[in-house]
């Protein structure tokens, strides 16, 4: 699993917050394969810990946050149904 955070991320943008690093990754390389850097954040602290007590997050650059949220809703819809 690649979880870690680009040095100099501060200009990131968290799009989602999720309690399941699997998942996270799933969704990290959805947004790789559409053409957007994405990023998690605390991926390692939560699969260390076992519990879903850390909030994984995937950070986007400003400039992609609002084609990021509408392909994981996307995502998160179907998977729902």
């Known amino acids: 699993m690649t979880t870690q955070t680009p040095t100099g ?3 990131l943008v968290v799009v989602h917050q999720l309690n399941e690093p699997i998942r996270a990754e799933l969704l990290k390389l959805m947004l790789t394969d559409a053409g957007i850097d994405c990023f998690i954040a605390n991926g390692n602290q939560a699969s260390f810990a076992g519990v879903d ?3 994984v997050e995937l950070l986007v650059a400003p400039d992609e946050v609002e084609r990021a949220t509408t392909l994981i809703k996307a995502h998160e ?3 729902d149904m």
Do not use: F, L, P
Request: hydrophobic share 35%; net charge negative.
């Open 9 to 11: 991320s501060e200009g």
């Open 53 to 55: 007590v850390i909030s």
């Open 77 to 79: 819809t179907m998977n």
